[in-house]
Antibody, heavy 118, light 107 residues
Framework: QVQLKETGPGLVQPTQTLSITCTVSGFSLTSYYMQWVRQTPGKGLEWMGFIRSGGSTEYNSEFKSRLSISRDTSKNQVFLKMNSLKTEDTGVYYC????????????WGQGASVTVSS | DIQMTQSPASLSASLEEIVTITCQASQDIGNWLAWYQQKPGKSPQLLIYGATSLADGVPSRFSGSRSGTQYSLKISRLQVEDIGIYYCLQAYSAPYTFGAGTKLELK
């Protein structure tokens, strides 16, 4: 059974770094791209970036150099780190598995809610 | 970046009615278009991929079509469980871009 679960801090202070872990089961990270998508009140659903099955990454330039995606295949985990947080980064952060043949996100985590506030 | 213009922003329809939602791409994206449904408090769920292919477990009343750079999602007979927000997503090139969403409500 395919499962994805995000775990994050819930509350982060402005200017600090956000770290979210996506733990997966039922499939191998070396066979799928793993996506990060966020949903904010201001911008709706927003694609953040992905890590390919081979380990290389692609990012949305909207996040410039703030964003980093990595993984630990031995632990079946994918990581999102984003620094210099602002209040407008408040939202829900999702990891999703991408079926490569059609570039479709066919499995999603339940999302990690993040509030950026002092 | 490729822009996805989704319409309408909201839609009120009756049970058993036919519902159509469209997304217009700002350039050719081939069939790299997917549709997602999101219910309140839940994550998006894949409905259609490759512009026209039905995802596993999705009822056959959902269908996708393409005409040039315009993509449509059709619900042939609206059911109560279809209420939610629908999004298109282009995955032709990075950055992937979502449509702004269509909120579907019961009349």
């Amino acid at each position: 059974q395919v499962q994805l679960k995000e775990t994050g801090p819930g509350l982060v202070q402005p200017t600090q770094t956000l770290s979210i872990t996506c733990t997966v089961s039922g499939f191998s990270l070396t066979s799928y791209y793993m996506q990060w998508v966020r949903q904010t009140p201001g911008k709706g659903l927003e694609w953040m970036g992905f890590i390919r099955s081979g380990g290389s990454t692609e990012y949305n330039s909207e996040f410039k150099s703030r964003l980093s995606i990595s993984r630990d295949t031995s632990k079946n985990q994918v990581f999102l780190k984003m620094n210099s947080l602002k209040t407008e980064d408040t939202g829900v952060y999702y990891c999703a598995r991408e079926e490569q043949l059609y570039a479709a996100m066919d499995a999603w985590g339940q999302g990690a809610s993040v509030t950026v506030s002092s | 970046d490729i822009q996805m213009t989704q319409s309408p922003a909201s839609l009120s329809a009756s049970l058993e009615e036919i519902v159509t939602i469209t997304c217009q791409a700002s350039q050719d994206i081939g069939n790299w278009l997917a549709w997602y449904q999101q219910k309140p408090g839940k994550s998006p769920q894949l409905l259609i991929y490759g512009a026209t292919s039905l995802a596993d477990g999705v009822p056959s009343r959902f269908s996708g079509s393409r005409s040039g750079t315009q993509y449509s999602l059709k619900i042939s007979r609206l059911q109560v469980e279809d209420i939610g927000i629908y999004y298109c997503l282009q995955a032709y090139s990075a950055p992937y871009t979502f449509g702004a969403g269509t909120k579907l409500e019961l009349k």
